[in-house]
């Protein structure tokens, strides 16, 4: 039996330097395998936001190298809400909408940057959108977008990349949908894209139903970064929380009660 909200976590990091930072995720997959985090999820619009989703919507952004200059794909396993991995409140109802974006001001405009799904957050320009419902052709199945022009995305001088930005937001139902994201050179299988990287500014996962496993996430830090702020989204005070680092090795950190931040 799948448990519910207690096992739902989001998490977003401020960093005081007057700017915000992402969560790194080093390979082509989002979760990564490192995290030990089995699926992400977005609830539908009209869910409760005790079971762990606040405003039913997660951006993430796909880096890829100005050194590739080949065609590649957006992978997403299980994109409909229904069957054997989603998470259903009664009858499955809901649907999420997935949808690519590129261009300028698709990852440098700030509200595409924020916590919160507000202002102009589908910055850039479109590229391609899908919504799904309950569909056994898609249950356990990946789905892709592509073949993708790399040059289609914002060009990061900074980063050395073209940035495409990844918005999977719940349209109606109250349902939880877990998917997973992949970068891939190919159609039909995961097959990574050297020097590329999937990173979000606020994180929405499901965690393991064992109670004995660990999750770990990976936030990126730079030289400028000088202290660290941390939230976590109605954790219903179920498990722990530490921060693991040179400087603090083991920390507990604080963690957030019913339908709250912390």
């Not at 080949?70 to 997935?98: A, C, L, M, Q, W």
Request: with cysteine; hydrophobic share 35%; aromatic share 14%.
């Amino acid at each position: 039996m799948k448990r519910s909200k207690p096992y739902l976590w989001m998490i977003s990091l401020l960093f005081a330097v007057v700017a915000l930072f992402p969560f790194r995720v080093s390979s082509q997959s989002a979760p990564e395998k490192e995290e030990n985090i089995p699926h992400l999820v977005t609830f539908g619009a009209d869910a409760d936001v005790s079971w762990g989703d606040d405003d039913f919507c997660q951006i993430f952004f796909a880096r890829i190298p100005n050194n590739y200059k080949k065609s590649f794909y957006i992978r997403i396993f299980d994109p409909d809400t229904g069957g054997e991995f989603d998470e259903g409140k009664g009858e499955f109802n809901t649907t999420v909408n997935f949808s690519i974006y590129g261009g300028p001001d698709c990852w440098t405009n700030e509200d595409a940057k924020g916590v919160d799904p507000v202002g102009n957050y589908k910055s850039g320009v479109l590229i391609n959108t899908r919504s799904f419902k309950d569909d056994e052709d898609m249950d356990g199945k990946w789905f892709v977008f592509g073949p993708i022009n790399p040059l289609e995305g914002e060009m990061s001088e900074e980063l050395g990349s073209h940035i495409f930005k990844i918005i999977a937001q719940g349209v109606s139902g109250d349902d939880g949908n877990l998917y997973k994201y992949f970068l891939s050179t190919e159609r039909d299988e995961n097959l990574g894209i050297e020097g590329a990287n999937l990173f979000t500014y606020e994180y929405t996962f499901r965690l393991s139903n064992n109670m004995h496993d660990v999750s770990r996430i990976f936030p990126f830090i730079d030289e400028k970064t000088v202290a660290v702020k941390m939230f976590n989204f109605d954790w219903d005070n179920d498990g722990f929380i530490r921060v693991v680092s040179i400087a603090k090795n083991g920390l507990l950190c604080d963690v957030s009660g019913e339908s709250d931040w912390k």
